[in-house]
C-alpha cells in the first residue's frame, strides 16, 4: 500500500496548496510564498500531513530540473541584445555588489568567508517571475523600468549555472581531478552544447516535426532534457546544469516556444512541489526564537538590494526615476535563491539555523515586496508634487518657439511623427529619457533633449505655455498619468494626445485631461475588423457604421467626434488604381436606370465594373441593366473619381424630402477620411 501512501501525500499536499494560494491571491501575495507556507503547514515541523516527505522531495528536485530546462529554452541572445548595456552593465554592477555588499557586513559580523560568498550568491538573486506579476498587475510591462528590471534579471540568471558550479569548491568538496581540468571539461561541454544547437539539433527536430505527430515531438523533447542531464552528471555536473544545457539547444530551434508551451504546466505543477518542500524544511521553533534577527536579515536585505541594484541603474546612466522603481521591484530575493539555499545546505555550507533564517527571509521579501513597490510609486509621486514649481523666469529649450507640438518619447511613433511634422514643416520638440537615444538624434539633426515630461519644470522648458500640441508616446504608464495630468493642469487649452497600450487606460486617461486616447490594443482589433470587411468588399460606409458602433460600445461619450478611416482598396501597386463598393440609396437617382443611362463614366470617369443584388450577381453588366434601390455597384477608378461617384449616388430626386438615416451614404461620406 506504499503506492496509496505516496497518492495520500500528493493529495494533501495540492489540496492544502490550492486552499493557501487561493486565500494569498486575495492580498495579492506570491504564489511562491504560498506554496512555501503550504510546505510548513502539512510539513514534519507542522500538523505533519505528509508521512513520505522524501519522495515530495524527489519530485521536487525533477521540478527544479525543468526549472532551469525552461531558463535555457527562454534564454535569447537576441532579447539580451536589445538592452545589453543594462544586462551587461547594470547586472554586473547589481549582482558584483551584492556579493560584496553581503560579503563586507558578513566578515565584520565573523562569518567565515565561504559561507559570506555563499550568501551574497543568494542575496544577489531576484524573482523574475514575482517582478514581471507584480509590473503585470499594474499594466507596467513595457515601461522603461521594467525593461531595467528584465535586464537585471537576465544577468541574474545567466549567473546562476556558474554560481551552482562554484558551491562545491567553496564547501572546499573539490573533484579528484585538479580544478584546470574540471574547467577544461565545463568549457568542452559548452562548446559540444553550442555545436548541437546551432547545426545539428533544428535538424533533427525538423524531421521530427515532418512527422507531423504532436507526441513524438514532446517525447524528443523530454528526452533530449533527460539525456542532456544525464550526460553532464555523469562527467561530474549537476543534473541542473545539464537541464540547462538542453534548454539551451532547444531553444536556437525556431520550435522552442511550442516545446516550451507543451512543458510548461508539468514545470510549473513540479515547482509548486520544489517549494513545498522548502517549506517543510522550515522549523517555526528556530524562528520563533529569533524574530527580531529574522525582521534585521529582512529589512537588511531588501534596503541594501535597493540601493546597490539602483545605484547600478544609476552608474550606466539610466534616470533616478527609472532607477528606483526598477531597484523597488527587485528588492527581493527569488526562487533560484531556495535552489542555492538547498545546494549549499547539502554541501554543509551554513548552519542549520542560518538555513531556516535564510528561508523565512526570503519568504519575507517576497510577501513584502509588492507593498514595497507600491510605497515607492507613491513616495516619487509626492516627491514631485513638493519639488515641482513653475519657474520665476522660464528658460526654455528651444527660444522663441511657438505654437510647436511636444513629443514626449522618441520611439517608433515619436520618429515617425517627428518626420511627418518636419516635412510639413510644423514646429516641434522632443522629450526623450533614453541619453543614447537622445545623442543619437541629436547629431541628425533633431531639437531632442534629454528629460522626464512627467515633471513639470521640463515640461516648461519645452515651452508648454504655448505649445499647441503635446504627444505622449511613451511606454511607461505611471509617467504617461502623471504627464497628461501635468500638461493639461499648466496649458488647460492645449491639445493632449495620448498612446496607450491598455483599453483598461482610457477612460482615466480622459479624465485626466487628455484630449485623445490611442489604445494599441483596441486600434489593433479595429485595423483587424475594417482589413476583413474590405477583403469582402463590404462598402466603405457599411464598415465605417459597423467601427462607429464598436467605438460607441467601449467608449462613445469619449469619441463622438472621431472621423472615421476606412482604406479603399487597391488594385494594382504601379497605378493609382482603386475600388470601391456602394449600396445604393433609395432616393437616388440611379435607382430604375440603366447602366448607359446612368452616364456615371462620363460624368465622374469611375466605371462599373459589377451590381450585386440579393444572390445575383453581374460581373461587367450589360448597360442596359437596370440598376435598382439598395443594389451594390462595383466601382473602379481613382481616388477623386471614386469620391465624385459617391457624391452623385448619394443625391436624391427630391432634395425637399431628404431625410437622414444611419445608413446614409452621404451622412457617412461627410465622416470618412478620404485616402488612398
Known amino acids: 500500500m506504499e503506492d496509496v501512501g505516496l497518492l495520500r501525500d500528493f493529495v494533501v499536499v495540492y489540496g492544502a496548496g490550492l486552499v493557501v494560494v487561493f486565500l494569498l491571491q486575495k492580498i495579492s501575495a506570491s504564489p511562491i510564498a504560498g506554496f ?89 538573486i531576484s524573482s523574475t517571475a514575482l517582478a514581471l506579476n507584480v509590473l503585470d498587475s499594474r499594466a507596467e510591462r513595457g515601461s522603461m523600468h521594467a525593461r531595467a528590471a528584465l535586464g537585471i534579471c ?67 523533447s523530454v528526452f533530449t ?89 544609476l552608474a550606466i546612466g539610466l534616470p533616478i526615476q527609472v532607477s528606483f522603481l526598477a531597484a523597488a521591484v527587485l528588492a527581493q530575493l527569488g526562487e533560484f535563491s531556495f535552489i542555492l539555499l538547498r545546494v549549499g545546505d547539502r554541501l554543509d555550507l551554513i548552519s ?21 513597490y507600491w510605497a515607492a510609486q507613491k513616495i516619487l509621486a509626492m516627491s514631485k508634487e513638493l519639488s515641482e514649481q513653475a519657474p520665476a523666469e522660464e528658460h526654455t529649450f528651444a527660444p522663441g518657439l511657438t505654437d510647436h507640438v511636444i513629443i514626449c518619447g522618441f520611439g517608433e511613433s515619436g520618429r515617425n511623427l517627428a518626420r511627418v511634422l518636419k516635412q510639413n514643416e510644423i514646429p516641434y520638440v522632443v522629450l526623450e529619457l533614453n541619453a543614447r537615444r537622445v545623442r543619437e538624434a541629436r547629431n541628425e539633426g533633431e531639437p531632442i533633449f534629454f528629460g522626464d ?44 494626445l495620448t498612446r496607450t497600450k491598455y483599453l483598461a487606460e482610457i477612460e482615466e486617461l480622459y479624465h485626466l485631461g487628455s484630449h485623445e486616447v490611442i489604445a494599441e490594443e483596441f486600434e489593433a482589433s479595429i485595423e483587424i475588423v475594417t482589413r476583413i470587411l474590405r477583403v469582402y468588399h463590404l462598402p466603405r460606409a457599411a464598415v465605417a457604421a459597423e467601427i462607429k458602433s464598436i467605438r460607441d460600445t467601449h467608449f462613445g461619450i469619449f469619441l463622438a467626434d472621431r472621423h472615421i478611416t476606412v482604406p479603399r482598396l487597391r488594385l494594382s501597386d504601379r497605378m493609382e488604381l482603386l475600388i470601391e463598393t ?42 442596359r441593366e437596370k440598376i435598382l434601390p439598395d443594389d451594390f455597384l462595383v466601382l473602379s477608378g481613382t481616388k477623386q473619381q471614386l469620391k465624385e461617384a459617391i457624391l452623385i449616388l448619394s443625391e436624391e430626386k427630391d432634395t425637399s424630402s431628404k431625410t437622414e438615416t444611419p445608413g446614409d451614404t452621404g451622412e457617412t461620406l461627410s465622416k470618412i477620411e478620404t485616402e488612398a
Open 582 to 623: 456602394i449600396q445604393v440609396p433609395e432616393h437616388s437617382p440611379f435607382a430604375g436606370l440603366s447602366v448607359a443611362q446612368t452616364q456615371l463614366r462620363k460624368r465622374s470617369g469611375a466605371s462599373i465594373l459589377g451590381i450585386g443584388r440579393g444572390a445575383q450577381t453581374w460581373v461587367n453588366p450589360d448597360p
Open 154 to 220: 537576465i544577468f541574474q540568471d545567466l549567473c546562476i549555472v556558474p554560481m551552482i558550479v562554484i558551491l562545491p569548491l567553496l564547501a572546499h568538496r573539490a573533484p579528484d581531478q585538479p580544478i584546470a581540468w574540471l574547467l577544461l571539461k565545463a568549457f568542452g561541454i559548452v562548446v559540444v552544447t553550442v555545436g548541437l544547437a546551432r547545426y545539428i539539433f533544428p535538424r533533427v527536430l525538423e524531421m521530427i516535426v515532418g512527422t507531423r505527430s504532436k507526441e513524438l515531438f514532446v517525447i524528443s
Open 352 to 372: 542549520d539555523a542560518w538555513f531556516q533564517l535564510l528561508i523565512s527571509a526570503t519568504v519575507g521579501t517576497m510577501v513584502l515586496c509588492p507593498p514595497l
Open 453 to 496: 515630461c512627467s515633471r513639470p519644470s521640463i515640461l516648461f522648458r519645452a515651452g508648454i505655455r504655448v505649445a499647441r500640441v503635446v504627444v505622449l508616446a511613451i511606454s511607461d504608464p505611471f509617467s504617461t498619468r502623471r504627464a497628461v495630468k501635468v500638461a493639461h493642469t499648466i496649458n488647460p487649452g492645449g491639445v493632449i
Open 36 to 124: 512555501l507556507i503550504t510546505g510548513l503547514i502539512v510539513g514534519p515541523n507542522g500538523l505533519g500531513l505528509v508521512g513520505q516527505p522524501e519522495n515530495v522531495a524527489t519530485m521536487a528536485d525533477l521540478g527544479v530540473m525543468l526549472l532551469l530546462f525552461s531558463l535555457g529554452l527562454e534564454f535569447s541572445l537576441k532579447k539580451m541584445a536589445e538592452i545589453k548595456h543594462i544586462v551587461l552593465g547594470g547586472g554586473a554592477l547589481q549582482v558584483g555588489g551584492t556579493i560584496l555588499g553581503v560579503l563586507l557586513v558578513s566578515r565584520i559580523a565573523g562569518i567565515p568567508m565561504s559561507t559570506a560568498v555563499f550568501i551574497g550568491f543568494v542575496a544577489a
Open 225 to 313: 532534457f533527460l539525456a542532456i542531464a544525464w550526460i553532464t552528471s555523469s562527467f561530474g555536473f549537476s543534473l541542473a546544469l545539464g537541464a540547462f544545457l538542453a534548454g539551451l539547444i532547444l531553444s536556437e530551434s525556431e520550435y522552442s516556444y511550442q516545446i516550451f508551451a507543451d512543458l510548461r504546466p508539468v514545470r510549473d505543477s513540479l515547482n509548486s512541489l520544489f517549494f513545498v518542500s522548502i517549506g517543510m524544511l522550515v522549523r517555526p521553533s528556530q524562528i520563533l526564537a529569533n524574530p527580531g534577527l529574522l525582521l534585521l536579515i529582512i529589512l537588511s536585505l531588501m534596503l541594501g538590494k535597493l540601493v546597490i541594484t539602483g545605484g547600478s541603474l
